[in-house]
C-alpha cells in the first residue's frame, strides 16, 4: 500500500496498492519536487472514470512503469472532483497541445508547477497515434536532464499561454443585454439540432441539458414552435434511448453513438439533477406521462442508489462491475428469458429490442425501447392498458433481477456544489409533480450540508468518512445557494432563504475580482496555484458564477434587494458579448440572463398554506421559469429578511392575494388563480409602486 490508502477520496484509494509512489496533492509532495529538483507527473481523475481504470490497468500497475514513474517524478494523483481548480487549470495544457482535454488527464509540470507536456490517457506501448507511456517517460526524464533550457522555456510559455487562457472571455467592454439577444441565443442553438435524433451534434452525444432548458427560455419569448419542438423532440428520444436506464430510471453520462444508444455507462449526481430539472421544466409547458415517467424513475433512482443515510447526495457511480464496462446494465436474450416467464420475455425483448446479435459487447444489448406500447398493442392485438401493465411487471422483475448482479462501485463523496444541483432539481419536481417526498429528499440533503459543511464562513467542498475536506470553490457556494433558493420556493422555510444570502455575500467576497468584473475559480490567494482561473464557461455542470448569478436574481426577486440584482447585472453585463456569440458554453449563464432581464419578477403571496394552494398549483402548472414564489402567511410578522418585499403585501376583501412584482415595483392585486395564470403566461406592462 502506498500513502493514498488513508486518503478519503475513492479515485485515490483506488490506487493504494499501485507500485508508484503516490502523493496526494500536499504541500509535501510539492516541497519534495523543489527539494530533489524533480519534475511532477500529475494524473487527474475521478472514480466513476472508465478510461482512468484502463490507465491504471495498464501503467500504474505495471512495476516495470511504476519503476520508471518513481525514479525520475515526484508522482502526484488528484481526484478532479475535489479539486475542480487544479483540473481545470491543466486542462488547459492539453487544449493548448490541440488534443481537446478529458480524463485521465497527464501533466508534467515543472517543481515551481509549470506545465511542460501533457496529455489524457497513454498506452503502455505505441497506438492510437500516441507514443506509449514508458516511452514518454523515458523521453520526459531525458529532457528534464540533459535540456533544462529548453523545458524551461517550454514551460514559461505554457505559463504565459494559460494566464491568457484564464481571462478568455473577459476581453469586452460591459454592454447592455436584451430580450432579443436571449431569443437570439436559443436560434443559434436550435440550428445545430440533430433532427433525426435530437440533441447537439454527432457522436458522442451529451444531454446538455443546460442549453435546452436555454431554447425553452428562447421560446417563452418568441413563441417559435421550431424551438419547442426541437426541445421536447430531444427529451423524448433520450427518455427511450439507452443513455437513460429503463430498468433502474436515472441518465447515464453521455451516449457514444449519435442515437442515444450505447451510452457511457457512469451516472453522475450532477447530470441526473440537471436532467430531473429540465423533464419538470418540460412538463409545465406540454404535459406528457413520459415526463413524469422519467422524474419519478430519476427521483427513485436518487432515493435507492445515491442518498446516505446522513441525507446527502453522493456524487458518482461507476461505470464497471466485475472489471467490465456496463456489465450490470446490459442483457444478453438468454439472461432475459431467465428472469421473465415466457410471454413477458417475448415482449420485454421486443419493447427493449434484446437480440442475439445485441448493441453492445458479446452480443449483449442495453435496453432501449425500440417499439412503443401502443406499437406493441397494435401489433399483437391487445388493449394498450394491458400491455402497459405487463411491461411494467416486466420492468420490476427485470430490476429484481439486476439487483443481485455484482453493482458498480459508488463514490460516496457528498460534494457541496453537487448537492446544490440536486436539492435545485428536487425542490422543483417536488412542486411541478406535487410530491412532498422529493421535497423531504431534497431538504434532509440541504440540513447535512448546512449542518455538516457550512459554518457561516467557510463552506467545505466534500465530505466523507465523517469528515470536511477542502474549502470550497465558486462551483459550491453557488450551486448551494441556487439549491436552497429553489428549496425555500417548496416549503417557504425562510431559514434556507437566510443561508443562500449568506453563502452569496461570502462569495463575492472570496472569489470577486472586481478589476476583471468576473468571478475565480478558487479563493483569492490560494497558495498552491499556479494560476486562479475564472470561473467562466459552463460545461457538463455550470459554472459557479453561473449558479452564483441565478441565486443572486432569484433572492433580489424574493427579498426586494436592489444590491443583488445590481451584482449580478455587473457579471452579465460583463459577459455580453461572449454569451451572445457563444450560447453553447453560457447555457446556465443565460438562463440567469433571462432571469436578470426579467426584472427580479416574483410573485408573493398572502394568506394561510391552504388559502393560496389554488395560486401555487397554478405557479407550478404554468412554465413562467424567471419568476420567483413567495409567501406570506397571514397575521404573520414578516421574516427580516423579507420585510421589504412583504412590505404592504397583505390579503384584501378577505381573500388569499397574489401580487406580481417586477423591478422592484408591483402590479395591482389578483385573486384567483385564472388571473395569476394569464399574468405569468402573458405578462404586463402596468406596474407601479404600491
Known sequence: MNRLATEPSPYLRQHADNPVDWYPWSEEALELARKLNK????????????????????SFESPETAKLMNEFFVNIKVDREERPDLDQLYQGVVQLMGRGGGWPLTVFLTPDLRPFFGGTYFPPSDRFGMPGFPKLLHGLAAAWQSQAKDV?????????????MSRDGLESEPADLSTQQIVAAGELLERHIDRQYGGFGSAPKFPNPMNLEMMLRAYRRSRSAGLRDSVMFTLERMARGGIYDQLGGGFHRYSVDQRWQVPHFEKMLYDNAQLLHLYSEAHQLSPRPLWKKVAEETAAYVAREMTAPSGGFFATQDADSEGEEGKFFVWTPGEVDAALPPDLSALAKEHFNVTERGNFEHGASVLEVHLSVEQLA?????????????LTTARQQLLAHREKRVKPSRDEKILAGWNGLMIRGLAFASRVFQRPDWLDQARGAADFVLGTMWNGQTLFRAHHGGANRIHGFVEDYGDLASGLVALYQACFEVHYLEQAAALVSRAVDLFWDEAQQAYRSA?????????NPFAVQDNAFPAGSSTLTEAQVALAALT????????????????????????FGYGHLLLAADSWLEGAADVVLVGTRAEVEPFLRTIATTFAPAVAVSLREANAPPPKLLEEMFRDKRTLEGRATAYLCKNFACQAPVFEASELRALLEHGSADFKDL
Open 39 to 58: 519534475p511532477i507527473l500529475l494524473s487527474v481523475g475521478y472514480s466513476a472514470c472508465h478510461w482512468c481504470h484502463v490507465m491504471a490497468h495498464e
Open 152 to 164: 524551461q522555456s517550454q514551460a514559461a510559455q505554457f505559463e504565459e499561454a494559460l494566464k491568457a
Open 378 to 390: 397494435q401489433k399483437h392485438r391487445r388493449p394498450v392498458e394491458q400491455v402497459e401493465a405487463a
Open 523 to 531: 479563493p483569492k490567494g490560494q497558495p498552491d496555484l499556479l494560476i
Open 560 to 583: 426586494g434587494s436592489e444590491a443583488h440584482q445590481q451584482q449580478a447585472g455587473k457579471y452579465l453585463r460583463k459577459m455580453r458579448d461572449e454569451i451572445t456569440r457563444n450560447p
